[in-house]
């Protein structure tokens, strides 16, 4: 891991990637290409973008001459791709831009890899990351194992999955050496104000309602993203070529339950009466084909590799609200402008 290519590295996931690579591996040159879209923003990354191993490239992976670019001129022996469209609602409303990104883009890094890999084939991996959501919906019972068949049922689990495919398919095609995980819920800090948690915890701050879909009683597995980082850490090191390793938390919450969590530690930190931000909570039109729940068997990274997840949901969800509370001005530059506009169609015009 001399060269390391990290794809979306200013976005949510991405930013701890890249900061904990940067720090963790001086000997290493690690560059992040990222196209700065709505998710992406180098604010997420002010305190590594002066390390001499760190080099931003902004650009769009859907863009094939882009990507030989990056190769020719980076000549990563790593990859580890994150770049990719992320928020389920968005995928709703617009398909097309998941096909684009998520199964084009992904297409094109691999194409990339192939070529500049083929005559040096020894100590590279690509690593793909992916989500929970493309094994499907559980019922009450039951976790998804790597042997869980494939089952995505929106627009951006089946843009993943089908990523998922074409990254196996080069495994087995072309014997590009690709690696793999599907991992959970992440929440933590810089995460768009879109996805459940960071959009809850502004919209208390600003004492605005808390759109919840359908009765809350969906069920999701949470991830502290620092956690994960380290998790992506041990597989792109020690995972075995071709394989796949789910990540999880182990800690699933319904989400009414998970909300008034959140309610109730708001209501301490920023000093307002109990039952002030659940007071918020307002029940809206389900979100269309809402999956039911997510529950991720994460034996096999714990008993191949040694991880498991370090941080308890009670600490993670504490140090993810202070985070936001003190950064009043990412929050502001984020939901400025566009941001206002998706928020009226998403939850407005409901
Ligand atoms: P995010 O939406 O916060 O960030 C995505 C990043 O990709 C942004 O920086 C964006 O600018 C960049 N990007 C988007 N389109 C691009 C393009 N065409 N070219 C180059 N860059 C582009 O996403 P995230 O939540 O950090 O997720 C990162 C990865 O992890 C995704 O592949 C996602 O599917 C996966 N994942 C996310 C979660 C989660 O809970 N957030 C869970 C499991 C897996
Ligand atoms: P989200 O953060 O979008 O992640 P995902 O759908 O990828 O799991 O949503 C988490 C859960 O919260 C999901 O069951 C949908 C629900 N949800 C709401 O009830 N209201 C909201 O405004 C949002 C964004 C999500």
Same mark, same amino acid.
């Given at each position: 891991?001399?060269?390391?290519?990290?794809?979306?590295?200013?976005?949510?996931?991405?930013?701890?990637?890249?900061?904990?690579?940067?720090?963790?591996?001086?000997?290493?040159?690690?560059?992040?290409?990222?196209?700065?879209?709505?998710?992406?923003?180098?604010?997420?990354?002010?305190?590594?973008?002066?390390?001499?191993?760190?080099?931003?490239?902004?650009?769009?992976?859907?863009?094939?001459?882009?990507?030989?670019?990056?190769?020719?001129?980076?000549?990563?022996?790593?990859?580890?791709?994150?770049?990719?469209?992320?928020?389920?609602?968005?995928?709703?409303?617009?398909?097309?831009?998941?096909?684009?990104?998520?199964?084009?883009?992904?297409?094109?890094?691999?194409?990339?890899?192939?070529?500049?890999?083929?005559?040096?084939?020894?100590?590279?991996?690509?690593?793909?990351?992916?989500?929970?959501?493309?094994?499907?919906?559980?019922?009450?019972?039951?976790?998804?194992?790597?042997?869980?068949?494939?089952?995505?049922?929106?627009?951006?689990?089946?843009?993943?999955?089908?990523?998922?495919?074409?990254?196996?398919?080069?495994?087995?095609?072309?014997?590009?050496?690709?690696?793999?995980?599907?991992?959970?819920?992440?929440?933590?800090?810089?995460?768009?104000?879109?996805?459940?948690?960071?959009?809850?915890?502004?919209?208390?701050?600003?004492?605005?309602?808390?759109?919840?879909?359908?009765? /809350?009683?969906?069920?999701?597995?949470?991830?502290?993203?620092?956690?994960?980082?380290?998790?992506?850490?041990?597989?792109?090191?020690?995972?075995?070529?071709?394989?796949?390793?789910?990540?999880?938390?182990?800690?699933?919450?319904?989400?009414?339950?998970?909300?008034?969590?959140?309610?109730?530690?708001?209501?301490?930190?920023?000093?307002?009466?109990?039952?002030?931000?659940? /007071?918020?909570?307002?029940?809206?039109?389900?979100?269309?084909?809402?999956?039911?729940?997510?529950?991720?068997?994460?034996?096999?990274?714990?008993?191949?590799?040694?991880?498991?997840?370090?941080?308890?949901?009670?600490?993670?969800?504490?140090?993810?609200?202070?985070?936001?509370?003190?950064?009043?001005?990412?929050?502001?530059?984020?939901?400025?402008?566009?941001?206002?506009?998706? *928020?009226?169609?998403? *939850?407005?015009?409901?």
């Amino acid at each position: 891991m001399q060269h390391i290519l990290i794809t979306g590295g200013a976005g949510f996931i991405g930013s701890h990637v890249v900061r904990h690579f940067v720090k963790k591996y001086p000997g290493s040159t690690i560059v992040n290409a990222d196209k700065l879209t709505y998710a992406g923003n180098l604010l997420n990354l002010t305190d590594i973008e002066q390390e001499k191993n760190y080099h931003f490239v902004k650009g769009d992976i859907v863009d094939g001459d882009f990507v030989f670019s990056l190769f020719e001129k980076h000549k990563p022996d790593t990859v580890i791709h994150l770049a990719a469209e992320s928020h389920v609602d968005r995928s709703i409303a617009n398909p097309m831009e998941f096909v684009h990104t998520n199964v084009l883009g992904t297409v094109n890094l691999l194409n990339a890899a192939r070529h500049h890999w083929k005559d040096e084939p020894d100590n590279k991996r690509f690593y793909h990351i992916s989500t929970d959501e493309v094994y499907g919906s559980l019922g009450d019972e039951g976790l998804f194992t790597e042997e869980t068949p494939y089952d995505p049922r929106s627009p951006y689990s089946a843009s993943k999955a089908s990523s998922d495919h074409f990254v196996r398919a080069y495994w087995h095609t072309y014997g590009l050496p690709v690696v793999l995980s599907n991992c959970s819920n992440n929440y933590g800090p810089n995460q768009f104000p879109e996805k459940l948690i960071p959009l809850f915890i502004n919209n208390i701050i600003q004492k605005k309602p808390l759109p919840v879909y359908g009765k /809350g009683e969906n069920v999701r597995d949470w991830l502290y993203v620092e956690d994960h980082a380290v998790a992506i850490d041990a597989i792109v090191r020690n995972g075995k070529p071709g394989e796949t390793y789910n990540i999880g938390g182990h800690n699933e919450w319904k989400n009414i339950d998970l909300i008034r969590l959140l309610c109730k530690i708001m209501d301490e930190k920023l000093g307002r009466e109990p039952g002030t931000s659940e /007071g918020l909570i307002t029940y809206v039109k389900d979100r269309a084909g809402h999956d039911l729940r997510y529950a991720i068997d994460a034996s096999k990274v714990k008993d191949e590799l040694g991880w498991v997840p370090s941080v308890t949901f009670e600490e993670g969800l504490s140090k993810t609200v202070d985070w936001y509370l003190a950064n009043g001005e990412w929050l502001r530059q984020v939901t400025s402008g566009d941001y206002m506009q998706y *928020y009226r169609e998403q *939850y407005e015009e409901r």
